[in-house]
């Protein structure tokens, strides 16, 4: 898989069912499935376990003026309470596709003296993210 395949997609009304709009200018997302592996080892064996600290996300991107369709989307949903609905997916056939609802927040905003002005944005579980095979 590579990662330049995967691209995040947000919905215009922020509920699965709204039409998804790719998030331009996106860099790359570190994705935490929020699974872990548990093991209890006792006198006489072990018991494993799996625990799930709930999905999350994060990337940076770089804002364009005036903001692109999808950048506008996010900062929105952003200001008006973080609640909306993505997907993260490949473009490729046969990979694993992230989709669900999500609180969002640009945690970051940086204007360097040169170069291009980056967000930092912070995805966490609202509900259920389904991770598929597409």
Same mark, same amino acid.
């Given at each position: 898989?590579?990662?330049?395949?995967?691209?995040?997609?947000?919905?215009?009304?922020?509920?699965?069912?709204?039409?998804? *709009?790719?998030?331009?200018?996106? %860099?790359?997302?570190? !994705?935490?499935?929020?699974? +872990?592996?548990?093991? &209890?080892?006792?006198?006489?064996?072990?018991?494993?376990?799996?625990?799930?600290?709930?999905?999350?996300?994060?990337?940076?991107?770089?804002?364009?003026?005036?903001?692109?369709?999808?950048?506008?989307?996010?900062? *929105?949903?952003?200001?008006?309470? %973080?609640?909306?609905? !993505?997907?993260?997916?490949? +473009?490729?056939?046969? &990979?694993?596709?992230?989709?669900?609802?999500?609180?969002?927040?640009?945690?970051?905003?940086?204007?360097?003296?040169?170069?291009?002005?980056?967000?930092?944005?912070?995805?966490?579980?609202?509900?259920?993210?389904?991770?598929?095979?597409?």
């Amino acid at each position: 898989m590579s990662g330049k395949n995967y691209r995040l997609y947000v919905s215009s009304t922020g509920l699965a069912g709204g039409t998804m *709009t790719e998030v331009e200018y996106q %860099g790359d997302a570190t !994705i935490n499935t929020g699974r +872990t592996n548990e093991v &209890s080892s006792f006198k006489v064996g072990t018991l494993t376990a799996q625990g799930n600290e709930g999905w999350s996300a994060s990337l940076q991107m770089s804002p364009v003026e005036p903001l692109a369709a999808g950048q506008q989307l996010l900062w *929105t949903q952003f200001i008006n309470g %973080g609640s909306t609905y !993505i997907e993260f997916k490949s +473009t490729t056939t046969g &990979s694993i596709k992230h989709a669900g609802a999500v609180l969002v927040a640009i945690t970051e905003i940086s204007h360097p003296k040169s170069g291009r002005t980056m967000w930092t944005v912070q995805f966490n579980e609202n509900g259920v993210v389904a991770m598929t095979a597409v």
